[in-house]
């Protein structure tokens, strides 16, 4: 059985991805093209959808969200 999304939302770390992105005062375009220096093809609109929770966030997409935004992994995931 295949799950698409938990608890309503198809990740959960399009919350903090918000919050650390807002919190660094970055557009959405302004991360996509940090993501983009990163090796990650991601646009504007995919940046929009993961912080509605309306995407799938990647482990790869993770692992550089963190990387971009200076938090980590955990916190992002609501680990932390």
């Given at each position: 059985m295949k799950i698409y999304d938990y608890g309503g939302?198809?990740?959960?770390?399009?919350?903090?991805?918000?919050?650390?992105?807002t919190a660094k005062r970055l557009s959405q375009y302004d991360l996509a093209s940090k993501m983009q220096?990163?090796?990650?093809?991601?646009?504007?609109?995919?940046?929009?959808?993961?912080?509605?929770?309306?995407?799938?966030?990647t482990d790869y997409e993770l692992l550089n969200f963190a990387r971009v935004l200076g938090v980590t992994m955990s916190w992002l995931t609501g680990q932390e």
């Open positions: 939302q198809k990740n959960i770390s399009g919350d903090r991805i918000h919050q650390a992105r220096v990163e090796g990650v093809m991601i646009e504007r609109e995919a940046i929009s959808k993961i912080e509605t929770g309306d995407r799938f966030v």
